[in-house]
């Protein structure tokens, strides 16, 4: 019998998205300004895209390393549950697209939420003041660094007309 070859499309997709995201962090440019070092505004970057891209190579090299009998198993037994893991890569887009309209704030206020009720059941009573402590505690102390960070051109657009 040949051995089984399956491919996990959600690590594929994933170190297909991160490895665009490091070409996009390498062209970053670096403000003459800025002070010299490793921290620049591109290290976060890289950190992030760097991670993202060994987690996804590592999703895939572990499909590909379990043996075919295990493989057979776990693809005989029927799923009970839904795997979560797309719709993050959904929600991580929409999340990244909506923080210039919606601002840091509130789109990562959204983002926790339906994140978190996506990936399991979680009481509301934990939920909301963590999905909102979070983003707004971050929010301060950046505002506290002086690091300005655009409440978005919803919020812009109302306070304008207000």
């Known amino acids: 019998m040949p051995p089984v070859s399956r491919i996990n499309f959600t690590g594929l997709a994933l170190l297909l998205f991160f ?18 070092g490793d921290f620049t505004a ?3 970057p890289y950190l992030a895209g760097g991670l993202g891209f060994i987690a996804a190579l590592l999703m895939l090299l572990t ?10 198993q776990r693809a005989a037994k029927p799923r009970v549950y839904l795997d979560p893991m797309r719709s993050m890569v959904v929600i991580l887009v929409l999340y990244i ?3 210039e309209v919606l601002g840091f704030v509130l789109a990562s206020i959204v983002f926790l939420i339906v994140a978190a009720r996506i990936t399991g059941p979680i009481p509301w009573r934990h939920l909301l003041p963590f999905a909102a402590g979070v983003p707004l505690l971050l929010w301060g102390l950046l505002d506290l660094m002086s690091i300005y960070i655009s409440p ?3 919020i812009s657009t109302w ?3 207000s």
């Open 19 to 36: 490895t665009g995201y490091l070409y996009i962090a390498k062209q970053i440019p670096i403000d003459p300004w800025s002070l010299p």
């Open 42 to 44: 591109s290290a976060f």
């Open 63 to 72: 499909e590909a390393i379990q043996p075919t009998a295990q493989r057979l």
């Open 97 to 99: 697209s909506l923080i």
């Open 152 to 154: 978005g051109r919803l």
């Open 159 to 161: 306070l304008d007309n």
